[in-house]
């Protein structure tokens, strides 16, 4: 399509951008694997200086980083199977089953797609204040499972898939819970997989809702964690280990990522693309 | 039912707050106080309008009403939404933006402003930054082979990480003593820039690191984009000898303006929300240059205990958001529907 010149040097200046986009991960990775007395004369290393797992141990053995991880890895999953359940059923209710009140229910929901998080924190946290409920994983975990995202996303998905499959089944005498369980969840595994990712990392990466709700060191997850830590930059003696909390923080996700990318990108173009 | 009391309520919550005030640290009291948050909000004592403050701004923000009209006469805008947007536009910038604290007057709220000030000078500078490169990484990676799957997949990279370990890699990689930055600056004979505490830098600094981070999102749904453009529109183009331009402005852009629309009212919406890179890489510092709305009102509830208050000033930034997501679907979108 385009002349070859034009072709190497688009070549040229991709290739630049991704050593911009790639040297600060791999410059994370190799601090985290550096010895931390050898970063207090030099930290502009790309690979480790005096290689060691030290900081990763350290960081284990004492400390709150695994139960911040831990903390982490409950909200997280709990926050993804909670969301994927709802918005399956959900989504399947809105595309098939008619019944009363839907036609008031469908652009409520619409609706929440249009409120923005960020700027709804305060009642939100009033709500759980009244309850006393703050501190527990729990308040972590409510807010996010009502996702309006994933249910547009399922009832889309839902409604695509063709009336045949579903009259064929009532023909056998299927109830509809056995449809939904036996024919639809099966069907809809890879929306499931895409929605579920995105899910994750979203509430693996959250920050204001857990800073204004978990403020007991103990209930911090590894994200609000790891921006605690960061008061005070100007004491970088323990770099070593402020880069391997920062790996720990991000290593899942990563992993994640490159095992489902394709998931990953065909689930961004579903929940966005396709409003 | 799960939907209405985590995310519908809330907004309703809100707004009746705003009519309240109530105390974080004494939070079964509370008062109803009417108006009083939304007039501590934006009014002050001592002002005056003069027609001169801010100038420059509000001349750019008047002349908004050119394209409207040019809009309205392709048939692209409805009559109604023309005379909104003029009303609208001659209201913020001709007449608000020209309120200010007179001689010995003062804001109610110091900070309200500013840090709402703030975070539409983010919006103005990262929406078309972020965009506009992500539109520029898609049109380079739309092409087949092994090599873009892997760009593609690096420069989405980042988007996964959290904000606090993008905070983490920059910071230090920003820091004029340890950075690499820093070490890349003296190598080629310059001095190392403290980015992060010069006033005038340290905003367009934290567009840059949100470029990193967040530009793969938006390559890959311009991605999802071209690919729905017919590839034979091209052939045929070139073969009437139609050259590379011609070819991005009428067949490339047109075939992605849905796409283009969705990517800059999520890019301005997600802009508005800005708050972790900035609240915990400079706490809104240097002298308050990159205080924020949402830290502001974060402050205002958990450092002042004013939830009353800090509710009233949600409802602010919800309505503004909104609005501008609103009037973005009417004014681009005006030929589909």
Same mark, same amino acid.
């Given at each position: 399509?385009?002349?070859?010149?034009?072709?190497?040097?688009?070549?040229?200046?991709?290739?630049?951008?991704?050593?911009?986009?790639?040297?600060?991960?791999?410059?994370?990775?190799?601090?985290?694997?550096?010895?931390?007395?050898?970063?207090?004369?030099?930290?502009?290393?790309?690979?480790?200086?005096?290689?060691?797992?030290?900081?990763?141990?350290?960081?284990?053995?004492?400390?709150?980083?695994?139960?911040?991880?831990?903390?982490?890895?409950?909200?997280?999953?709990?926050?993804?199977?909670?969301?994927?359940?709802?918005?399956?059923?959900?989504?399947?209710?809105?595309?098939?089953?008619?019944?009363?009140?839907?036609?008031?229910?469908?652009?409520?929901?619409?609706?929440?797609?249009?409120?923005?998080?960020?700027?709804?924190?305060?009642?939100?946290?009033?709500?759980?204040?009244?309850?006393?409920?703050?501190?527990?994983?729990?308040?972590?975990?409510?807010?996010?499972?009502?996702?309006?995202?994933?249910?547009?996303?399922?009832?889309?998905?839902?409604?695509?898939?063709?009336?045949?499959?579903?009259?064929?089944?009532?023909?056998?005498?299927?109830?509809?819970?056995?449809?939904?369980?036996?024919?639809?969840?099966?069907?809809?595994?890879?929306?499931?997989?895409?929605?579920?990712?995105?899910?994750?990392?979203?509430?693996?990466?959250?920050?204001?809702?857990?800073?204004?709700?978990?403020?007991?060191?103990?209930?911090?997850?590894?994200?609000?964690?790891?921006?605690?830590?960061?008061?005070?930059?100007?004491?970088?003696?323990?770099?070593?280990?402020?880069?391997?909390?920062?790996?720990?923080?991000?290593?899942?996700?990563?992993?994640?990522?490159?095992?489902?990318?394709?998931?990953?990108?065909?689930?961004?173009?579903?929940?966005?693309?396709?409003? | 039912?799960?939907?209405?009391?985590?995310?519908?309520?809330?907004?309703?919550?809100?707004?009746?707050?705003?009519?309240?005030?109530?105390?974080?640290?004494?939070?079964?009291?509370?008062?109803?106080?009417?108006?009083?948050?939304?007039?501590?909000?934006?009014?002050?004592?001592?002002?005056?309008?003069?027609?001169?403050?801010?100038?420059?701004?509000?001349?750019?923000?008047?002349?908004?009403?050119?394209?409207?009209?040019?809009?309205?006469?392709?048939?692209?805008?409805?009559?109604?939404?023309?005379?909104?947007?003029?009303?609208?536009?001659?209201?913020?910038?001709?007449?608000?933006?020209?309120?200010?604290?007179?001689?010995?007057?003062?804001?109610?709220?110091?900070?309200?402003?500013?840090?709402?000030?703030?975070?539409?000078?983010?919006?103005?500078?990262?929406?078309?930054?972020?965009?506009?490169?992500?539109?520029?990484?898609?049109?380079?990676?739309?092409?087949?082979?092994?090599?873009?799957?892997?760009?593609?997949?690096?420069?989405?990279?980042?988007?996964?990480?959290? @904000? =606090?370990?993008?905070?983490?890699?920059? &910071?230090?990689?920003?820091?004029? !003593? *340890? %950075?690499?930055?820093? #070490?890349?600056?003296?190598?080629?004979?310059?001095?190392?820039?403290?980015?992060?505490?010069?006033?005038?830098?340290?905003?367009?600094?934290?567009?840059?690191?949100?470029?990193?981070?967040?530009?793969?999102?938006?390559?890959?749904?311009?991605?999802?984009?071209?690919?729905?453009?017919?590839?034979?529109?091209?052939?045929?183009?070139?073969?009437?000898?139609?050259?590379?331009?011609?070819?991005?402005?009428?067949?490339?852009?047109?075939?992605?303006?849905?796409?283009?629309?969705?990517?800059?009212?999520?890019?301005?919406?997600?802009?508005?929300?800005?708050?972790?890179?900035?609240?915990?890489?400079?706490?809104?510092?240097?002298?308050?240059?990159?205080? @924020? =709305?949402?830290?502001?009102?974060?402050? &205002?509830?958990?450092?002042?205990? !004013? *939830? %009353?208050?800090?509710? #009233?000033?949600?409802?602010?930034?919800?309505?503004?958001?909104?609005?501008?997501?609103?009037?973005?679907?009417?004014?681009?979108?005006?030929?589909?529907?």
């Amino acid at each position: 399509m385009s002349s070859r010149p034009t072709r190497t040097i688009g070549y040229a200046i991709l290739t630049a951008l991704a050593a911009v986009w790639i040297i600060p991960l791999i410059w994370m990775f190799s601090l985290a694997l550096s010895d931390n007395d050898a970063l207090a004369r030099d930290t502009t290393n790309l690979l480790p200086v005096q290689a060691t797992t030290d900081n990763f141990v350290t960081l284990l053995e004492s400390g709150r980083t695994p139960g911040w991880l831990f903390n982490s890895v409950v909200v997280t999953v709990a926050t993804t199977v909670f969301t994927l359940i709802l918005s399956a059923m959900a989504g399947y209710a809105f595309a098939r089953i008619p019944f009363k009140g839907k036609r008031i229910a469908f652009p409520l929901v619409l609706a929440g797609l249009m409120v923005p998080k960020e700027a709804m924190f305060i009642p939100l946290f009033l709500i759980f204040a009244d309850f006393e409920q703050h501190n527990t994983y729990h308040a972590l975990v409510l807010p996010r499972i009502a996702a309006p995202l994933g249910v547009f996303i399922m009832t889309q998905f839902f409604s695509e898939i063709p009336g045949e499959f579903e009259e064929a089944a009532v023909i056998d005498g299927a109830s509809r819970w056995t449809i939904f369980r036996r024919i639809m969840l099966p069907m809809s595994v890879p929306a499931l997989t895409a929605l579920g990712i995105f899910t994750f990392v979203q509430t693996w990466n959250d920050y204001l809702w857990p800073l204004v709700s978990a403020t007991d060191p103990d209930m911090f997850t590894i994200t609000t964690g790891l921006a605690s830590r960061q008061g005070n930059f100007a004491q970088a003696s323990a770099l070593g280990d402020l880069m391997a909390q920062g790996v720990f923080a991000s290593a899942p996700l990563l992993i994640l990522f490159f095992i489902f990318q394709r998931q990953v990108i065909r689930g961004i173009s579903m929940g966005s693309g396709s409003k | 039912m799960v939907y209405l009391i985590f995310i519908l309520y809330p907004v309703i919550q809100a707004v009746w707050m705003g009519f309240y005030e109530r105390d974080l640290l004494s939070l079964d009291r509370q008062e109803f106080i009417g108006v009083d948050n939304y007039v501590e909000m934006f009014w002050g004592d001592g002002l005056v309008w003069k027609a001169g403050t801010m100038w420059p701004w509000r001349i750019i923000g008047l002349l908004g009403i050119i394209p409207a009209v040019v809009a309205f006469r392709r048939g692209r805008l409805r009559a109604g939404s023309l005379v909104a947007i003029i009303i609208g536009l001659i209201a913020v910038f001709g007449v608000i933006m020209g309120i200010h604290p007179g001689e010995g007057g003062r804001w109610n709220d110091s900070q309200f402003w500013p840090s709402f000030g703030n975070t539409l000078v983010f919006v103005i500078m990262s929406t078309p930054v972020i965009v506009g490169v992500g539109l520029a990484m898609a049109l380079a990676l739309n092409r087949p082979g092994r090599l873009v799957g892997v760009l593609r997949t690096l420069f989405f990279a980042p988007y996964v990480l959290s @904000v =606090s370990v993008l905070t983490l890699i920059w &910071a230090f990689l920003l820091s004029p !003593q *340890l %950075g690499l930055i820093g #070490a890349f600056w003296r190598s080629i004979g310059l001095e190392p820039v403290s980015w992060l505490t010069d006033p005038s830098l340290a905003m367009p600094t934290i567009v840059a690191l949100t470029l990193w981070w967040t530009v793969g999102f938006n390559v890959v749904l311009f991605l999802a984009g071209l690919q729905d453009i017919d590839e034979s529109q091209y052939e045929a183009a070139s073969l009437d000898g139609a050259n590379g331009w011609q070819r991005f402005r009428h067949i490339t852009v047109p075939g992605l303006r849905r796409t283009l629309l969705l990517i800059t009212v999520l890019q301005i919406i997600a802009s508005f929300q800005i708050f972790g890179q900035v609240f915990i890489l400079t706490r809104g510092g240097p002298n308050g240059a990159t205080r @924020v =709305s949402i830290q502001h009102i974060y402050e &205002a509830a958990f450092r002042d205990a !004013q *939830l %009353g208050y800090a509710s #009233a000033m949600s409802v602010f930034l919800f309505v503004v958001m909104v609005g501008v997501s609103a009037l973005q679907f009417n004014f681009m979108g005006g030929d589909n529907r």
